[in-house]
């Protein structure tokens, strides 16, 4: 398996995608203190997913899917904050917050297959 087939990925991918969207719209302020926090949080989701699966063993690929747990809570915080400062609609809150307790749901699972499903090869593969 290859990690952009894990679903649990996709979504994180989703999620950072869509509040860059969201994000690049505000002005600079907004973009220089709640902004780059939210981005970075949103896309450390997926990114310690990333590299948790790029792990040798089983226990270190479950580490950063813990990682990848707390930056989900960071982002929802970061979202919270945006909400109540005005820089979101609610109707953008509650479509990401919607993404995000499916991806938790998503991600509790991925976490409690770790070690439990043959694990994918650590190849480097090529595209042609």
Partial sequence: MQLKELNVYQL??????????IEGKWDFFAK???????VKAADSIAANISE?????????NRQFCYYSRGSLFE????????LHRQLISNT??????????????RLNTYI??????????????TDK
């Fill in 75 to 82: 982002t929802r915080t970061w979202l919270n904050k945006s």
């Fill in 32 to 38: 220089d203190t709640v902004g780059k926090q939210l």
């Fill in 52 to 60: 948790g699966f790029g792990r040798f063993h089983y226990k270190e």
């Fill in 12 to 21: 994180a991918m989703d999620v950072g995608e869509s509040v860059w969207a």
């Fill in 112 to 125: 409690t297959s770790i070690g439990k499903i043959p694990q994918p090869s650590n190849q480097m593969t």
């Fill in 92 to 105: 953008n809150f509650e479509v990401l917050e919607n993404k995000l307790n499916l991806l938790g749901r």
